[in-house]
């Protein structure tokens, strides 16, 4: 029923930059708090950022400066770009609802930063 597909991911290298998006389907889109999480090898799952219905951001220490958060309402999408990528940045990338994700997780976008 909820399905959430996220695209963009790849390999970069330190300090460079990637688009990653999400669609979402099988929800009142624009009802919900959305947020990018993020699952680091052998770490647990952490959000990273956020963003309200009314497009109020917010972000972890960790990436405040360099990642900025977005929704597209009309088109139920949430975009996290990502900017002067750093090694600990590695990571597979999934968005869900904040701070309380729904079961229906999607398969997540592989980002790797490596020189």
């Known amino acids: 029923q909820v399905m959430l597909v996220e695209s963009g991911g790849g390999l970069v290298q330190p300090g460079g930059s990637l688009r990653l998006s999400c669609a979402a389907s099988g929800m009142i889109f624009s009802s919900y708090t959305m947020g990018w999480y993020r699952q680091r090898p052998g770490k647990e799952r952490e959000l990273v950022a956020r963003v309200t219905s009314a497009g109020i951001t917010n972000y972890a220490d960790a990436v405040k400066g360099r990642f900025t958060i977005s929704r597209d309402n009309a088109k139920n999408t949430v975009v996290l770009q990502m900017n002067s990528l750093k090694f600990e940045d590695t990571a597979v990338y999934s968005c869900?609802?904040?701070?309380?994700?729904?079961?229906?997780w999607g398969q997540g976008t592989q980002v790797t930063v490596s020189s």
């Open positions: 869900n609802t904040a701070p309380v994700p729904v079961k229906s």
